[in-house]
């Protein structure tokens, strides 16, 4: 009986102590700001989990046939880069400050069973803002769009570009980011200056999280670029600029002007972000 | 170094059920020689590479984890094909790339891939 009493005691502190937290406002739920790593995993986990259980029974038709890989790198590009990028094509601004950041398909496509995928996007995923598909697309589209994201990773981003103008015969391929890249309040950043702790912070902001594994950032263990660890001590960037201060911002502001119809798409980073960015990599030795 | 690795593996999959995705397919070639092979073309001059002990080199990215990487070189796609490939000719796959040709024969970037591949 004591035993009862003493876990109903518990039970109601425990209860009392959570409506106090919840009531209380404190919780940062800003997306500017990164989840601490214990909540991350959590929330991850229960993603893919429940990702995995229910897709479980789900039926998959044949993929491979290069008309249907051909319609869905089409249908991606109209209803999905914008969020997520394509190979080389920026998400949209917007799309950058959501959190979870839209991830880069090109891994998901390894990573996920075309039942998965075909899940997530017919029915889409609380708090995270991907939409449910179901109402607004056939189902043979988004089959389709499976078999293309499945086909994503096999073809560089050179090939994705000409295959969707091939495909395009009516449709305007993908605009290479329609962000506003900031050229005119550009000047040239200085080799000093640069807060680290600003630039680890902006690094989940630009989405830079989604594709690489950069130490401090939580979240940031994707292997669709090279990671970023020890970056302070690389001597190239990119394996085409030598690492200076400087090297670094503008590698950041345009990556596509140094390594032309590369992965890395140009984020429309302004310099002073650049700049604190490029202050956060260089203190990772 | 590599049974650890193998052994994790199994770990995770046991701890995590049958959630291990279906990755990039492994090599084929000989990954023992293709690690031997890392310090002999002086690769680990330039990147850190497990189970490669000379492999300490900063210059260009790790190679940890390549069996799982998405693009090489920002350009390419991580088939054994295409890594071969830049292996065997980087300037031709990426023109300007700090990384030199180090003249690797056919055989001896296969067996460098399916160790490459093996870091997963």
Same mark, same amino acid.
């Given at each position: ?19 106090? !937290? ?12 990164q989840?601490?790593?214990?909540? !991350? ?11 995995e259980h229910h897709?479980?029974?789900v ?14 790198r089409?249908? !991606? ?7 997520h ?17 839209p ?26 803002g991907m939409?449910?598909w ?15 994201i499945q086909?994503?990773p ?17 449709a ?9 890249v900031?050229?005119?309040a550009s000047?040239?950043a ?12 902006l690094l ?32 190239f ?6 690492n200076?201060?400087?090297?670094m911002?503008r ?6 002007? !140094?390594?032309?119809?590369?992965a ?22 | ?45 330039c990147?850190?590479?497990p ?32 890594l ?34 093996a870091?997963?």
């Open positions: 009986m004591r035993v009862l009493i003493g876990v109903v005691a518990v039970g109601i502190v425990v209860a009392a102590g959570a409506a106090a !937290f919840v009531y209380s406002g404190v919780y940062d739920i800003a997306a500017t700001d989840h601490t790593a214990p909540l !991350f995993w959590l929330l991850k986990t229960t993603m893919r989990r429940a990702i897709a479980r029974e039926h998959v038709p044949p993929l491979a046939n290069p008309a249907v890989i051909a319609k869905g089409t249908l !991606f590009v109209a209803h999905c880069s914008r969020c990028g394509a190979p080389g094509v920026a998400p949209e601004a917007f799309a950058l400050g959501l959190r979870p950041t991830a880069n398909l090109a891994n998901t496509g390894i990573e996920w069973q075309p039942s998965e995928l075909y899940w997530a996007i017919k029915h889409g995923m609380k708090l995270t939409p449910a179901e109402f607004r697309l056939a189902d043979d589209d988004v089959w389709a769009i499976v078999a293309y086909r994503m096999y073809e560089s981003p050179r090939e994705f570009r000409e295959r969707l103008a091939a495909s395009a015969s009516r305007a391929p993908a605009q290479p980011s329609s962000i506003a900031d050229h005119s000047h040239v200085t080799a000093s200056g640069g807060n680290a702790r600003q630039g680890r912070h989940l902001q630009y989405g830079c999280d989604v594709c690489h594994e950069i130490p401090g950032v939580v979240g940031a263990s994707m292997p669709v670029g090279p990671p970023l660890d020890h970056m302070g001590l690389h001597s960037i990119g394996g085409v600029l030598p200076t201060r400087d090297n911002v590698w950041i502001r345009t990556p596509q002007t !140094f390594v032309p119809g590369g890395m798409p140009d984020l429309g980073v302004p310099d002073r972000d650049a700049l604190d960015i490029a202050a956060y990599l260089e203190s990772l030795r | 170094m590599l049974n650890l690795r193998i052994v994790a593996l199994s770990i995770a999959l046991l701890v995590g059920g049958c959630s291990d995705p279906s990755l990039h397919p492994h090599a084929d070639g000989d990954a023992e020689r293709g690690r031997a092979l890392l310090d002999q073309y002086g690769c680990s001059g990147h850190r590479i189970g490669v002990r000379a492999a300490t080199g900063i210059i260009g990215p790790s190679l940890d984890r390549l069996g799982r990487r998405v693009y090489i070189a920002g350009v390419a796609v991580n088939s054994p094909e295409e071969a490939r830049w292996i065997r000719d980087p300037q031709a796959v990426k023109p300007g790339t700090a990384m030199p040709n180090a003249h690797v024969s056919e055989q001896d970037a296969h067996d460098i891939v399916a160790y490459l591949y870091l997963r």
